[in-house]
Structure formats: C-alpha cells, structure tokens
C-alpha cells in the first residue's frame, strides 16, 4: 500500500511554455502533498506544501505565479512550471502523508528538460 | 530551522565491508527519521524509517539507530555489496515538513 505516482516520468519542453505535473495517491487519501526539485548531485530541496481545497504554501525563494500548485482532491495535486526556461530543467519529485507524525511517501519523479 | 548535516559525503569502499553513515540534525523535536536511497536519475527508495521514540531499525543488512537527545542517527550496513551503491539520504520530519541531508554517495566496488 501507500503508492504514489508522478506523471510524466519526463517531459522535454521549449522556452516559454508551460508544463503540468501531477502526483497522485493511489491507494489511500493524502492530507497533505509536498513538492520538491533536485538539482543534478544535490538533495531535495521543498518547493511547496498544499492541503486539499486550500491555497498552498510556498517555501521561501519559490516563485508561487511560476510554479503554481493545485490540490483539487484527497488524491491528486499538480504542479505547472509556468513560462518555463531553461534554468527550470531539474528534477521534480512529490511525496504524500496520510498523517503528518508518520511516513511520508514519494512518487517517482519527473524530469524536466526545458530548451 | 532544521539543518541536516551527513557525513561522509562520499565513500568508497571494497565488497564485503561493514560500513556506517552518519547523520546529524540540529532540532531534537521530530516525529521521525528516514534513510532512503537513491539510484542516479531516480527517486528515493525508503529504506527505514524510525519514530522519534524508537532507538532503532532493522531491516536485513541495514541497521538505523536514533539517538534524538543528541540529533544523531547513523546507517549500518553490512557486508557491502556492489548493488549498495547508491546515494543515501538522511530526513527528519518535524511538524509537517521533512528536512534532507545532501546524502552520503556510497561506491562499493567488487
């Protein structure tokens, strides 16, 4: 149990164009998600935390009209680089709780490639 | 804020060693503590995860333990084999958020 997915696996996408993201908990309903980047040979940096039906969090230095953040149901959040560029390329990996004193689970990833 | 310090940062040892990572954090009040791996260009595998009022885990060669009033928790693993090369994380989750190490890369080699 506890499984989460990211689709897609990897995106490739051109300057200026925006690309969608989603994380889905497929076997239980999450409270909370969380959105984290990867830089090549560097840990997991959190991006934003979001609550379903709520605005979500952002950490400091993140842009929230770049990357923008939807938690539309107990299941599913999605994340939209907005007007990507090319310092946008990095790893993005979601993660779900069902209660925040235990476990959270992480998705496999997407990899993001802007040119 | 919490800070999550690993050491070493990279270690290289022969096949069939005993080795142990070490991690430290700078907020004792946590919920838990999670090692994870992860292969290049992927995402994390958790490896174990042990509650702020446990002292440790085990799961087959890998041992964790926690030592919370210390902000320590170190990795064991046992009998290294190659296919435990990987990069392994340390987190510890506070409130809501989880805060990383940057991972201790681990080569073992035949």
């Known amino acids: 149990g506890a499984v989460v997915s990211q689709h897609p696996s990897w995106v490739i996408c051109k300057s200026g164009t925006s690309v969608k993201i989603e994380c889905r908990s497929l076997d239980f309903q999450a409270t909370t998600m969380f959105w984290y980047r990867q830089f090549p040979k560097q840990s997991l940096m959190l991006m934003a935390t979001s609550n379903e039906g709520s605005k979500a969090t952002y950490e400091q230095g993140v842009e929230k009209d770049k990357f923008l953040i939807n938690h539309a149901s107990l299941t599913l959040s999605t994340l939209t680089v907005t007007s990507a560029h090319p310092e946008d390329s990095s790893f993005y990996i979601c993660?779900?709780?069902?209660?925040?004193?235990?476990?959270?689970?992480f998705g496999p990833g997407t990899r993001l490639t802007v040119t | 804020k919490q800070e999550v310090t690993q050491i070493p940062a990279a270690l290289s040892v022969p096949e069939g060693e005993n080795l142990v990572l070490n991690c430290s954090f700078t907020d004792s009040a946590i919920y838990n503590l999670q090692w994870f791996r992860q292969d290049p260009g992927k995402g994390l595998t958790s490896l174990l995860l042990?509650?702020?009022?446990?002292r440790e885990q085990t799961s087959g060669r890998l041992n964790a333990s926690l030592d919370k009033s210390s902000g320590r928790s170190t990795l064991y693993i046992a009998a290294s084999q190659p296919g435990d090369s990987a990069t392994y994380l340390c987190?510890?989750?506070?409130?809501?958020?989880?805060?990383f190490g940057k991972g201790t890369m681990l080569l073992v080699s035949p």
């Open positions: 042990i509650q702020s009022s446990q």
């Open positions: 993660s779900a709780d069902r209660d925040s004193a235990y476990e959270q689970y």
């Open positions: 987190a510890v989750k506070g409130y809501s958020t989880l805060t």
